[in-house]
C-alpha cells in the first residue's frame, strides 16, 4: 500500500472550505493572519477584516477617526490587499464600519494602564512623547488644566 504525501493542513482546509462553497472563510483567515503586514503595524492596531460579501470587505475601524483615515487611504489598502492576497477571492471595494474590535485584538491594542503621575523627574507622564515641541504643548496644557 503506497502512502499519500502529505498535505498541509492550511490547503485541505481551504478545498473543503470550497467543497461547502464558503472559500470567502479561508480567505478571511489568511486576510487577518496577513493584517499587520498588509496594512501597517498602527492600523492593524486599530481596525480589522471583519466580512467578506459579494467582492465587498467590510473592515471594522476602532472610531469614526480611524473609519475615516482609512477611507481616505481606501485605494492604497486596497491594493496592497491585492498584492498580498492575491485574486483567488476578488475584492472589489472596501466598506469600513465603526465598532468594537475583538477581545484579542482589543487587549493587544490597549496598553496596560500606569499610573497618572510617575514619580520623578517627568510627572506628567510625556517623556514617551517623541516630538519635543508636542511634549511642550502636552506639558504647557497639563500644567494649565491643573
Do not use: C
Amino acid at each position: 500500500m503506497k502512502r499519500k504525501e502529505a498535505a498541509p493542513l492550511s490547503s485541505v482546509l481551504s478545498s473543503f472550505l470550497e467543497s461547502l462553497r464558503i472559500p470567502h472563510v479561508a480567505f478571511l483567515v489568511s486576510l487577518r493572519k496577513g493584517w499587520p503586514e498588509i496594512a501597517g503595524p498602527l492600523v492593524s492596531r486599530n481596525a480589522i477584516p471583519l466580512s467578506l460579501r459579494n467582492g465587498v470587505l467590510t473592515i471594522v475601524a476602532r472610531n469614526h477617526a480611524w473609519a475615516q483615515e482609512l477611507q481616505m487611504s481606501k485605494t492604497t489598502l486596497l491594493s496592497r490587499i491585492r498584492e498580498t492576497m492575491g485574486e483567488r477571492i476578488p475584492v472589489n471595494d472596501l466598506r469600513f464600519a465603526v465598532g468594537p474590535l475583538a477581545p484579542a485584538e482589543e487587549a493587544e491594542a490597549v496598553p496596560p494602564e500606569e499610573s497618572p503621575l510617575p514619580a520623578g523627574p517627568d510627572p506628567e507622564g510625556l517623556s514617551a512623547v517623541a516630538d519635543p515641541e508636542t511634549r511642550e504643548s502636552l506639558r504647557t496644557i497639563y500644567r494649565r488644566s491643573r
